[in-house]
Structures are given as C-alpha cells and as structure tokens.
C-alpha cells in the first residue's frame, strides 16, 4: 500500500542539527512532491516548504529559509529534511506529506493537497 | 504570512450539522479554488477530508463536504458522530508555490 514511513524520534541541543528522513513506497516517487509540515506541542500545522523528486526543485517558507534544506534520493525513494541552528521552539513533529495530483487530458499536476502522511518524528531541542 | 482564520472551538450534538470557517485574504482563500481540509485526532497524523474546496477523497463520508464564499472557506459536517470528535485545519495555497494552514479548530460532539 501507499505509505510514507520516517525516521524515530530525535533529541537535540539548542544550536545543533536535525536530518528527518521520510521512505516512500507503493507509487512512483518521482510523480508527487513531498511537503515537509511540523506541529509544535498543543499548536497547529505549520508548513515547511516542499520538494520535487523529480527535478530536485524546492521552495521554503520565508520563515525558515537560510536554516532548512530538503533533498531527495530517487535511488531509495527517500525524501529529507535537515533543520539547522535548532531553537527550543522547533521542538515538534515533523511530518513529511504526498501532494496529491489532479489529473485530466493525459497530463497530472498536482493540487496542494496532501493525501497521504507520515507517522510523524518528533524532535526535541533541550539542553 | 499569518495563519488562516479559524474558530478554536465547536460543539454539536450526535446528528446536528456544523460549519467550520477559514477566513483568508484575496491572495490565498480568496484566489484560487485550492482549499484543503484535514482531521486530525489526538496523536495520529492528519487525515486529508477535503481538497480543491468541495471534493472528498475515495473513503472519506458524503457528510463532510466543503465550500467557499469569498475570503471565506467552510467544512461542513453533517450528521455528527462521535468519531468526527477532533481537531480540524483548513490549508490555502497562498501564491509563490507556498502553503498556508488555518489554526484549528477543536470538534466537541456533546
């Protein structure tokens, strides 16, 4: 079946880094872009910014570009998120997300939906 | 960018109908018909009910339903049940490729 399936819970000092990983299996993981989404304890969702596994595109949210990079490997079907210069307030879990496609007349794009999720990572920062 | 407009919280009882709002600007809700809709129940991943403003994914029930007036989006569930009891997001595309989510709304069913 179509799942994403990401890597265990991190723990982290404030300054430090987090690399998220995030396996895709049962479609072409070259056909949807992967969004990264984090929801801090007792808040709502946040989104992050996405990925084209296809051609490597990505675009961030202002608000985390210059700390944060997605990246892809085809050969794995595996989609990451690294998040740099952790904070206190980056504790969350991070979920990474398929965008699901509209397609008519032959050709797909996608829709800015998202229909199939991760379990979720959490990642706390403390010292 | 702020968050989209949502009310924390709405009750109803089993069978009542309720509405969520999602209120926006010109440049997200308002733009284009890209409104998705998410349940999310205490420490699961969310649920994608709604996408393209009014149409429902394979498995998901024709008591949830979406639409959009303006800035405004709504989620429409009808028929309460208990298990519709969560937490529930709007998300807009909000222009430049990027994505906005609502704050949530918290589902009571009494």
Known sequence: QVQLVQSAAEVKRPGASVKVSCKASGYTFTSNTISWVRQAPGQGLEWMGWISPYNGNTNYAQNLQGRVTMTTDTSTSTAYMELRSLKSDDTAVYYCARESLYCSGGSCSGNYAFDIWGQGTMVTVSS | ?110
């Open chain 2, 1 to 110: 960018q702020s968050a989209l407009t949502q009310p924390a919280s709405v009750s109803g009882s089993p069978r009542q109908s309720i509405t969520i709002s999602c209120s926006g600007t010109s440049s997200d809700v308002g733009s284009d018909n890209l409104v998705s809709w998410y349940q999310q129940h205490p420490g699961k991943a969310p649920k994608l009910m709604i996408y393209e403003g009014s149409k429902r994914p394979s498995g998901v029930s024709n008591r949830f339903s979406g639409s959009k007036s303006g800035n405004t989006a709504s989620l429409t569930i009808s028929g309460l049940q208990a298990e519709d009891e969560a937490d529930y997001y709007c998300c807009s595309y909000a222009g430049s490729s990027s994505l906005l989510f609502g704050g949530g709304t918290k589902l009571t069913v009494l």
